[in-house]
């Protein structure tokens, strides 16, 4: 990626700074717009996984969940400091993600998707039946997180810049990724593993590494959502929200980064709008996405293929 | 058994897969610099034995030793990191990314940062030794071209290319000019024996064209039915009878 930061991005940066001044910006279209950003960041996350390894992970709602799980039981014990809870869910997830992603990677296809499903329904399961960390309620009224000092993160325009800050770094990080040398290796490996092997590359090893950093990116994530909600419960790690996660990165377009936070973000607000008019949403979801997936399979940053633009999937 | 000069020993390996016997105490020794062949007729036992060289396989008994080092049951990437890189028969590149991204993900394999933390943020520049490789082969022009594209005969250079790029000191080729053309088979063969000359390599190759190995070979090992039935330079390999008789069945009276 020679071309230094393009006009686009600076254009869409700024739009996304300005968002909150705007003045439609409600409260609630601004919490909605912190789990657009949210929602898109991990699906970028995972597209690492998916999109430039080709590892399709079914449990990634444990990490978002087990992230925004270690900062409520801090804010619950009164450790209000926003970076204690970055570093317990770091610590918390980066455990899990070990033992998860060493077992997952021995197996390819299917079996490493099953692997990762059933890893993330045992944690579910522990979360929702044991009284631990509050059962089905799971963790509730958890105070907000403080940055530094008594600055707390208490508003719907301060939460919306933290993850504003935490979706600019997280996809800072997966640039250099996935343009670096061992970016080059995750797509040898989603290409032909076998051959990847022969030509040196211990293919085990950077497909543990690579889920352990989606892993943690997707943990950090989650670490930010009681900020917002003042909540963790089991059902953030649903594997239904595993599966929203995938349909994010599908809808978005794979192996570019930028699509599948579009597609996190286009989600979320699909989602909240059908809803408010019809209890039946998801049969209007699920039409929408059938249609994307049927009629522009390079998902919806395949448009920009179609006006001219650049190609759509990472070359390497 | 350490000589000098001797890159490859295969000494008395046998590889069963059940109760097929695929090799039966095979053994031979890879001078440096040597066009070392093995032929024999389909199911003689040749890709088993690369199998076995390259790691795919743990040999059932026997001992494969590489510059003095004993690499039987190894796995495929410590053996190639240790200077033996492989072609395969059927041609195995990365179908989806363009031809110079193939080389360069091969050439990068063997830069200081491989496997090491920087290498999460830095992208070693090996365009040089891409752009050479690609140019040996006639590749230049193409390097922009998903590498599926290719035609046939490109992506075995391809191929090939990828395990040079690897910088290996014994090179491994099963079949490079497997569904060649006879024109093309000709050139190809000349393009390996200058490319291995140039770069000092020593190379392991299985064909099952004779033309093509008699015109290229410094030795010759014939397998049949998983056994060495004979070994020795082109000229006495093309008139050994129990050769002649492996390929064209026994004589008629």
Redesign the interface.
Known sequence: MSRALSWRAVVVWVLLAALPVLPFMSKFYLLLAFDALLFGAIAMSLDLLIGYTGLVSFGHAAFFGLGAYASAVLLERGIVSLWACLLFAVLVVGLYALVVSYFSTTRRGIYFALLTLIFAEVVYTFFRYTQTFGGSDGIQGVPPPRLVGGFAIDTPMRNYYLVLVYLGLAYLACRVLVTSHFGKVLVAIRENEDRARFLGYNVQRYKMAVCMISALLTGLGGALYPGRSAFATPDLMLWTVSGEFIIMVMIGGLGTLAGPVVGGAFFVLLQEKVSSYVDWYFIVIGLVLIFIVLFMPKGLLGIRELLGGRRWRATA | MARDGVVLEVDTVSKSFGALAALSNVSLVVQAGQIFSVIGPNGAGKSTLFNVV?GLHVPTTGRVRFRDRDIAGL???TI??LGV??T?QIT???????VF?NV???A????R???RLP??????DVEAAAADLLRAFGLAAKRDEMAENLSHGEQRYLEIC??L??EPTLLLLDEPTAGMTPGETKEATALIRQIASARGLTVLLIEHDMSVVMGISDRIAVLHFGEKIAEGAPEEIRSDPKVVEAYLGPPED
């Open positions: 390259s796995a495929p990437e190639n990191r890189a492989k395969f195995n590149i990365f179908p989806e990314i363009s991204e360069r993900v091969a990068q394999s063997r830069v940062e491989s496997g290498s999460l943020w830095r992208l070693p990828l395990a790029a690897t």
